[in-house]
Each structure stands twice: as structure tokens, then as C-alpha cells.
């Protein structure tokens, strides 16, 4: 089994900054790509930021300049720097991984079970 753990969620002020970590454990042999998904209210479920094992990113349009996606892979860790934060961010995000736990393994998507993110004055 694979757990996925997400962190540092919160309220922030318009303009402010904050930094999600999330953490996979368990059986793990191989995190082919770690990723940060949101939800707001009655909206779907949306790709925040991506990043592969080899470094490759890519991010939703609207948070491009302003979030930044990084990854540990000595730690399974995946991180989001979430800077001139918008009320529009205000979401739950949520940390997902696909990841193969053997070598002859499928890989498979694990989610996290979400942190809030609140932006508001």
C-alpha cells in the first residue's frame, strides 16, 4: 500500500505566500510523477502543478509565475510554493503520485486526502 500525506495548507491574506509538502511511503519502488490537483466548491477537480522523476514540470495556466513545483525524490516528497496567493486559489489541493510499488508492477495513481487552502482578507 502507498500513503500519500499532504501538509502546510491554511488561511492567507491576498498577496501572501504558502508552501504545501506532501509525503509517500509505504511500498515504493518507483514515483514516476508527483502532482498537486485542486478543488473549489462546485467546481471539478483541476491540475494544479506536475513534476516527473526526471524534473519535468508543467503548471495550469492561471498559476504560472506564481506557483512553483518542486520535488525530493531521496525523501518521496513533493512540494508547492504558492506565492501572490488570489482568492481564486482558495481550494482544497490535493497531492497525488503514480506510482509502481515493484518492478514488474503497474503503476497506479495515489491521492492524498486534501488540505485546505483559503485565501481571503
Known amino acids: 500500500q502507498v500513503h500519500i500525506v499532504e501538509s502546510g495548507g491554511g488561511l492567507m491574506q491576498p498577496g501572501g505566500s504558502l508552501r504545501l509538502s506532501c509525503v509517500a511511503s509505504?511500498?515504493?519502488?518507483?514515483?514516476?510523477?508527483m502532482g498537486w490537483y485542486r478543488q473549489a466548491p462546485e467546481k471539478e477537480r483541476e491540475l494544479v502543478a506536475v513534476?516527473?522523476?526526471?524534473?519535468?514540470?508543467n503548471y495550469e495556466e492561471s498559476v504560472k509565475g506564481r506557483f512553483t513545483i518542486s520535488r525530493d525524490n531521496a525523501k518521496n516528497a513533493v512540494y508547492l510554493q504558492m506565492n501572490r496567493l488570489k482568492p481564486e486559489d482558495t481550494a482544497v489541493y490535493y497531492c497525488?503520485?503514480?506510482?509502481?510499488?515493484?518492478?514488474?508492477?503497474?503503476?497506479?495513481?495515489?491521492w492524498g486526502l486534501g488540505t485546505q487552502v483559503t485565501v481571503s482578507s
Open positions: 513534476t516527473t522523476s526526471v524534473g519535468t514540470t
Open positions: 509505504g511500498t515504493i519502488w518507483m514515483i514516476y510523477t
Open positions: 497525488a503520485a503514480y506510482v509502481a510499488q515493484t518492478p514488474d508492477s503497474d503503476a497506479s495513481h495515489y
